[in-house]
């Protein structure tokens, strides 16, 4: 019985890889030579076109390419919605601005929308450690760094606080703040004074009276299209289930664990809004998660590289591969064409003043330190 990934050790493991890249090249090269494809048949461009459909961009030469245009043929990891997020943390890694990134900042995501004239939760607290923190009954108590429901917690009374990403109910101050201590450190391997920064906003209900929290509709959009939508119900467990654009519910794009469930839906009209937000993005992709409360469809926050990016079927990778490349053509194309983004550069520009304001004042408290 051939060993498994788990039980061959690092340097098995690359030999294969590169055994297997260098097989795959050698390949495609001669299956893809002139005389093949003329002799080959049918049969020949079947077992082409599977052999494609798993092949990367390092396998093929520049040859390759043309020939495989001719074929009508495409290598079927050359666009990859996962292959852009890598891309994309190794651009920033190396100091390169990405313009979506920014928004993921809650107080700059929420002036943002603002700006937009878009509805959001009203914020009552920001930056506040959490030893400081009031826990004022119907309000929402997250970290200002980071997003989605670790370390969210919704406040219905003093001793009534519950974690939202695995429901756990808190009765006592000193136990919700060693629980929201442990979140912080587990999302940034230290507990420190810089971490510890807190907002209070606005409770969304869906329904007061049974304190059932909004419905979590997070829409996968590529500058001005959403892609589909997962809907996310959090009470009394978490439970999901997923539409396309036009409202029809949808299988599963990818391996999700949390269970299914009948949502609610979406309507036309919050597509509509969601995708006016996007194009007012100067990014080619933003996860824009909103919050479906009684009757309104209320801006939750910014997701530039969602958590669960690799879970999409080969399908799906393929499929938000492409449309990330196209909406990264058509940005490239309003910028050409003379589009501001004015909402967004006003933000940007506000910002940097703030910087600037603040760096001699940061470089005074380290001199006097």
Known sequence: MPATGSELSAAEVRDLVQQADEAMRTKLGTMLTPKARREGGEAHREELRELLAVASPHHVRDVLLHRM????????RGLSFMGFIVAKTEVGRLGGRLPGWPLAVTSTGSEFVDLLNVRRPAT??????????????????????????????????????????DNRTFSNREDLQRHAMAVLKDRSSVTSATHDRWSVEE???????LKKPAVDLKFWT???????????NQHPETRRDFWNREGERISPPGSWGSPS????????????LVERISLEIPYPFMR???????GELIFGEFTPRPGGSDYFTPEWDRHLGEMWGLAENRLQQDLLEGKEFAAYSSLIKKSRRKRKKATPQARKKRTQS
Request: aromatic content about 12%.
């Open 69 to 76: 245009r001719q074929e009508k043929m495409y290598v079927g």
């Open 288 to 294: 824009i998660d909103m919050l479906h409360g009684d």
């Open 203 to 209: 409770l969304i209900l869906r329904d007061k009276a």
């Open 261 to 272: 469930f009948e949502g609610e839906g979406v309507n036309p009209e919050y597509v509509e």
């Open 124 to 165: 009552y607290t920001r930056g506040v450690r959490f030893a400081d923190l009031e826990l004022t009954p119907g309000t929402v108590v997250k970290p200002d760094r980071g997003s989605g429901s670790f370390g969210c917690y919704l406040v219905y009374a003093e001793d009534d606080v519950v974690h939202v990403k």
């Open 222 to 232: 590529f500058y001005g299209q959403v892609a589909f939508i997962n809907e996310v």
